[in-house]
């Protein structure tokens, strides 16, 4: 299910013409009834129980499944009025934009839609009445558990309703004429509260359970389709850090993509105008004739919807999937359909041990993400891992979910417990677990704890001349906070400092000082890039602490333990001398390659960007610091991006000090934006006019700004400047590689045809890709090849294996750089490298910055986006939504690029660590941490006897739980 938030004017536009009109963008004035006749697609139905309050006597009232006519739509989500008796519905819709309801749009699995396109009438009306009786039960969920209103003085108190008031409408297929059963509902934001005054719906709780409200979509339409016909369903994996999908057995990934693949439709038709037009003209476009092009070229080719009776669309539907299978359609599909009806369960027949494993993965799930999560996140959790059970009944599936939720919050520590119950919002109880906050302790603990060095640095004034000469590179408070780090007699410090002030220099001379006057210096960075960078700048070991781990503690660890203890055995066994000595033999390298992974007493451990590094990770590095006789040194800033995992631990630290803290920057050329940078980081909304003042920014549309970017971007790099074109998520840097890609092909430095890569576009020669995964055992002339590492495409094997050569290099084409990528690597791990997102940019220095910026960015990602240029830092705001969000017949005035850019500082997605959370809710009070009873030892291995695993999760505890989860 997805969410789309409807205001007035322009979102009642987009409800008559795309939603209600199945997208097919009606002219104003174009009649809903003819369109419905027409195309032969059945008309929006009214739903929800809030519609018993509509209309003035039982005869005269608006009742579910009701045909929606225009003139009740308009009264009900335009004016805020009774669609019968024409009165207001409460107070009028408040404010510039206000919203005037949600579009919630249920859409089928993909393979259950290309199942409904391609099977046999029983067939397809089996698959609908699923999708309808699954998105029945999904909203009575929502309408009873989600719909709620706020009261009291400033909307402190959530309460619930007399029910919604909705309309839905059933589409077929997507723009781009795939089958595609999706439903969009569309709640209006008027609602009865017990008093029977008429409020507007608490929208924030509509947001917080979106995904739970999906997952129990999905999960219900599986039962539904089960016990409807003979269909099995499995997981299928979808890459790293992506839920694996859930389709129908039977239809293969190659159907799938036939009807789900997005058409690069774009890039093909600007290929083709630019080849036409050197043909026409002689020469080849210029930019400004390019830019308008592709503007063209972006409205003409988005797929209008062409309104189509479903029997064409099947016939349609029909004909691809034979040209791609050479199979009938009915026959596909008949694949899908070879299981077997199997018993549906009820919530009893989940024994305890399935109950017992499936809450494990629930709190495992959730806690590995995130520090804090709430009911919601649990409810989600729980719905996807009881995915693969088939229920006899929804009351059955909302029973098991209620049971696996109610389980999982008691095996976390409930944060909020002391909170009014009347102002919390249902399912936003916050949560943790014992393991994350004894995680959290290990950390606070260690930045008061003494190190146990077997040698102290002492007095920096009578130390020898080389490590004077180290710290006299530093000024001002570089040299203070490397004199305060050097002197700290704890077991772990912090180093914090904003974007240029000088982190690395400052680590450079500490790491020479240490190593003149303690012990060794060992450096750790969250990913092979950033420990690579690191290696350069300290000249010493340097590797990622997911590597350190794996070798310490890990896989790696136990792998030797159990090679050291055959070896023994085999010695013990030995009946001549030379078994004995091969086997003391393999003894010693085992021994010998385990101490390359172990912390030694004096070392100090340096992990830089260390607000990157999520909390067990932390706590595992310091464990082993503490047994070694060590030291830690955290390095980052906290104010700019966190880690993907439960973090908050880093910024923790840096807010309850003391810290060793650099203030002065030196990265910027201009002084201006030297201060300026101090002010967005501390997301200060003036700060933005001051970069306006400057020319830093620039607003427009979806494809004006993503052409203007990379049109400054190239201009960069053709004058010779590093420069990096970036954004904040992954879909608009896939439009911006695209559109860099096209701009190679004409240029004539690209060939058109290539590989495809793992984000669906094509990589041909000249091509620059970037590597999305480390690959120890393809060895380059710098190690190895690492994750973000970027490489300019010089040959393709018929294969679809890649020759490659660092970035640097650039036309200069040194066959000792060259790598050769294979082909199963290139189709898993490689993506198009001309843009990245600001994840992946966060500690690197250029010379300029080019970055897209647009509404749900964070503040964060803009401050680590606009701070790692020396000379220029330009952002490009989008003040509409993208081409495939676009709202037609707009009655209001976009935002202006400050108003974005203004909601963008006032959004945040750092995360606070759990122990914070527990101190705002418990002042005074110790967090509950009981002894716990570890799988292992984190910090290292009792011998080789037994290498415990860092990744394993200590024992959880159960805690009181306060209500019910669900209704």
């Known amino acids: 299910m997805s969410m789309h938030k409807l205001v007035a004017g322009d979102g009642y536009a987009y409800l008559t013409r795309q939603v209600a009109a199945g997208d097919a963008g009606l002219e104003p004035g174009a009649s809903l009834t003819a369109y419905y006749e027409t195309t032969g697609n059945p008309p929006g139905r009214w739903c929800g129980e809030g519609l018993d309050a509509l209309g003035i006597e039982p005869a005269h009232r608006v009742r579910a499944v009701d045909r929606v006519t225009e003139e009740a739509m308009a009264a009900v989500f335009r004016d805020g009025h009774d669609p019968i008796t024409g009165e207001p519905l409460g107070r009028g819709f408040q404010g510039e934009r206000p919203v005037v309801g949600f579009d919630l749009t249920f859409t089928a699995l993909k393979s259950v839609s290309v199942l409904w396109g391609l099977g046999d009438d029983p067939t397809r009306a089996a698959v609908y009445a699923a999708h309808r009786a699954a998105l029945d039960q999904a909203l009575a969920f929502v309408e009873h558990t989600v719909v709620r209103t706020r009261v009291g003085d400033g909307g402190c108190r959530q309460v619930t309703t007399r029910g919604m008031i909705a309309a839905a409408f059933d589409h077929w297929d997507t723009r781009a004429g795939d089958p595609n059963l999706h439903t969009h509902v569309v709640l209006a934001n008027k609602v009865q509260g017990p008093d029977g005054l008429w409020r507007s719906l ?42 694996p999908a859930f389709e129908v057995d039977g239809i293969g990934d190659d159907v799938l993509a036939l009807f789900s693949a997005r058409a690069e439709q774009i890039h093909d038709a600007e290929v083709d105008w630019t080849a036409t037009f050197a043909a026409e003209h002689g020469r080849e476009p210029t930019r400004i004739e390019t830019t308008r092009a592709r503007q063209h070229l972006a409205r003409v080719t988005r797929p209008p919807k062409v309104i189509r009776p479903l029997r064409d669309l099947r016939a349609d539907w029909a004909n691809r999937a034979w040209a791609l299978t050479g199979m009938e359609p009915v026959d596909l599909a008949a694949r899908a359909l070879a299981g077997t009806y199997g018993r549906a369960l009820h919530a009893h027949d989940v024994g305890p041990e399935v109950r017992a494993a499936m809450v494990a993965q629930v709190v495992e799930e959730v806690s590995t993400r995130r520090s804090i999560w709430t009911t919601w996140n649990l409810g989600a959790a729980a719905l996807r891992a009881s995915k693969p ?27 909020d417990d002391t909170r009014d119950p009347d102002r919390r919002r249902m399912g936003e109880s916050l949560f943790t677990s014992t393991e994350l906050l004894a995680a959290e302790k290990t950390l606070i603990d260690a930045a008061t704890t003494p190190a146990h060095l077997p040698r102290q640095l002492g007095d920096l004034a009578s130390a020898s001349v080389r490590t004077r000469v180290a710290l006299d590179t530093l000024v001002g408070d570089q040299r203070i906070a490397a004199e305060a780090i050097l002197t700290s007699p704890h077991l772990l410090d912090a180093l914090v400092g904003p974007a240029g002030s000088g982190k690395t220099t400052t680590l450079a001379a500490v790491a020479v000082t240490w190593r003149s006057t303690c012990g060794p210096v060992l450096g750790l960075a969250p990913s092979a890039t950033a420990a690579h960078t690191l290696q350069r700048s300290l000249g010493v070991a340097c590797d990622t602490t997911a590597k350190w781990l794996h070798e310490s503690v890990g896989p790696g660890a136990h792998t030797r333990a159990a090679t050291y203890a055959q070896a023994v055995e085999a010695e013990a066994s030995a009946t001549d001398v030379l078994a004995i000595r091969d086997a003391r033999a393999a003894q010693a390298r085992a021994r010998s390659e385990q101490d390359r992974w172990r912390l030694t007493p ?64 030196w990265r910027f050329t201009h002084p201006w934006e030297a201060r300026a940078s101090l002010e967005l980081r501390r997301a200060h909304p003036s700060v933005l006019d001051t970069y306006d003042a400057h020319g830093a920014l620039t607003g427009g549309t979806h494809d004006q700004m993503l052409t203007t970017a990379l049109t400054a971007w190239t201009d960069a790099r053709d004058h010779g400047h590093t420069a990096v074109l970036q954004a904040a998520d992954n879909h608009t840097v896939r439009d911006l590689n695209n559109a860099a890609r096209t701009a190679g092909i004409r240029a004539g430095t690209v060939t058109r045809h290539g590989v495809e890569l793992h984000d669906g576009l094509t990589a041909g020669v000249g091509d620059r890709i970037v590597t999305r995964n480390n690959h120890r055992h393809l060895h380059t002339p710098d190690g190895f090849v690492r994750n973000g590492t970027l490489w300019d495409v010089a040959a393709i094997d018929p294969d679809g294996s890649l020759h490659v050569q660092p970035a640097e290099i650039g ?86 690029a400050l108003d974005v850019l203004r909601g963008i500082l006032a959004t945040s997605h750092a995360e606070l660590s759990a122990t914070e959370t527990w101190e705002t809710y418990h002042p005074n009070q110790p967090p509950p941490i009981p002894p716990l009873h570890p799988r292992g030892d984190l910090s290292r291995p009792s011998s080789l006897q037994a290498a415990p695993s860092a990744l394993a999760s200590p024992s959880r505890y159960d805690v009181p739980v306060i209500e019910r989860s669900w209704p």
């Open 389 to 415: 059970l088939r229920m006899a009944s929804p009351t059955e599936r909302l029973r098991l979910l209620n049971d696996l939720t109610v389980s999982a919050e008691a095996a976390c520590v409930h944060l």
């Open 602 to 665: 004096g070392q100090l451990v340096i992990i830089d960007e260390a607000s990157l590094a999520d909390t067990r990770t932390l706590a595992a590095l310091v464990a082993q610091a503490s047994a070694a006789d060590a030291r830690v040194l955290l390095v980052g800033d906290h104010l700019q991006r966190g880690s993907v995992d439960a973090g908050g631990a880093f910024a923790m630290l840096a807010r309850r000090g003391p810290t060793a803290e650099l203030t002065s920057l």
């Open 202 to 243: 608490d929208g924030k709780a509509i947001y917080a359970a979106a995904v739970t409200v999906s997952e129990l979509y999905d999960t219900l339409l599986a039962d539904e389709l089960a016990r409807r016909l003979p269909v099995g369903f499995s997981r299928r994996e979808r890459g790293p850090r992506r839920n």
């Open 811 to 896: 036309r200069r084409r040194d066959a000792r750089a060259t790598v050769r990528l294979p082909a199963a690597y290139v189709a898993d791990h490689v993506e198009l490298g001309y843009a990245t997102t600001t994840a992946r940019t966060q500690g690197i220095t250029v010379d300029q910055t080019h970055t897209i910026a647009a509404p749900g960015m964070a503040r964060e990602d803009l401050y680590v986006a606009m701070s790692r240029g020396r000379d220029l830092n330009h952002t490009y705001v989008i003040t509409e939504p993208a081409a495939d969000e676009c709202l037609p017949g707009t009655a209001q005035p976009s935002p202006s």
